[in-house]
């Protein structure tokens, strides 16, 4: 008895992004038959086939490109408030220690997260993922780290699950307790890493607001006992970590990751690159954030190089949060991969797809075009994949499927 697709999307031309080769993974003139929210078959030639399927529904693909959905592996999308005065002040001269002085930095971030209701939260950083969603992305991370409090943590980890349960993508929930120390804790950070450890990580982990723990190692931020501390509590309560690391600084954040076989390591513009062969050892992804890069002016670029020599996988994400990096454009922040760390379109696109799923580890249902994973599917008006990182502004997605479903369609 033949098989009844749910979707059968033919005339396309597919970037399957296969990890097992180094393409793009071209089929020309594809089929893509879609049951039970996966792909069930892909057709090379469907001219052919087309008569012998049976589908609920069919698309037209117009002979467009097809890519896996777009994964943003490391968001922080849900707080309160921006800090566009702040950006003003820099412009105009005034330095980050007046800033703070004067209640800019984080400070003024995790207050006005604390006094905003659930409710606004939740509708800001709605209107933040309609953004990633209108630009292809189908699976996004977001990381809590702006309450600095169980109450406010709490509320924020809820609020990226309820993103989840309304709008059509995948949230990966992080915990970011230890993003750094609230005023009511200044000179005290062990205290306060205690309170994340003790009180915050297992309330919520009882919870299941946790799929992943994460904290920033960096000197304005935790040390590397601090960290391991964090890490040593994640792993008795079986919960995975990955870690900001080598941003401004080499403290080996990295190496600590990799004890604790992180899912990530993510910024590393200061890894070390004898470091990058233990990532490879222990599979770690290195994801690197070009939007901070860019808007931090920051010159001192990742050990790329390295990175491709011990063919670590690099992924790519917009970092979407008020102060380093108020992005929410993927597809920009590939172009910025490609001008500032001189990745190739192929890198690129690969690194908010197959290897931002592995930073999620996800990458077994999602991040490629291959029968039996989820029908996760952007089309787009291009001429080839690798337009999609050469272009500067412009939206060219016009359909994106999520578990077989269309979310979106112009």
Known sequence: MSIVYDLVIHNINLATINDSDDSYGVI??????????KIAKIIPNITEAAGELETEEAIDGQ???????????????????NRANEFEMRLEGASYEEIAKAGGGIVSTVKA??????????????????????????????????????????????????????????????????????????????????????TMMPVLAEKGLIDCVDAFCEGIGFSEAQTRRVFEKAKSLDLPVKLHAEQLSDLGGSRLACEF?????????????????????????????PGAFYFLSETKLPP???????QVPIAIATDSNPGSSPCLSLLLVMNMAATFFKLTPLEALKGTTINAAKALNRDDRVGSIEEGKQADLVIWDI???????????????????????VVLSR
């Not at 070390?272 to 290195?286: C, I, Q």
């Open 261 to 289: 076989d992180a899912w990530s390591v993510d910024h590393l513009e200061f890894l070390n690159p004898e470091d990058v062969a233990k990532l490879k050892e222990k599979d770690v992804v290195a994801t690197l954030l």
């Open 304 to 310: 790329i190089e390295a990175l491709r020599q011990q």
């Open 383 to 405: 001429d080839s994949p690798a337009e999609l990182v050469y272009r500067i502004g412009g939206n060219p997605c016009k359909t994106v499927i999520k578990n077989g479903e």
């Open 113 to 198: 997260t604390r006094e905003t209701g659930k409710k606004e939260l939740f509708n800001l950083a709605a209107k933040r993922l309609s953004y990633l969603i209108d630009e292809g992305v189908t699976t996004v991370e977001i990381k809590s780290g702006y309450g600095l409090d169980l109450e406010t943590e709490q509320k924020m980890l809820e609020i990226a699950k309820e993103l989840e349960d309304f709008s059509p993508v995948e949230v990966s929930k992080t915990f970011l307790g230890a993003h750094a120390v609230p005023v009511e804790y200044k000179d005290k950070a062990d205290d306060y890493i205690e309170l994340v450890c003790e």
């Open 28 to 37: 020309k003139n594809a089929g893509i038959c879609i049951k039970d929210g």
């Open 63 to 81: 002979g467009k490109w097809m890519t896996p959905g777009l994964i943003d592996c490391h968001t922080h999308l849900v707080y309160g408030g």
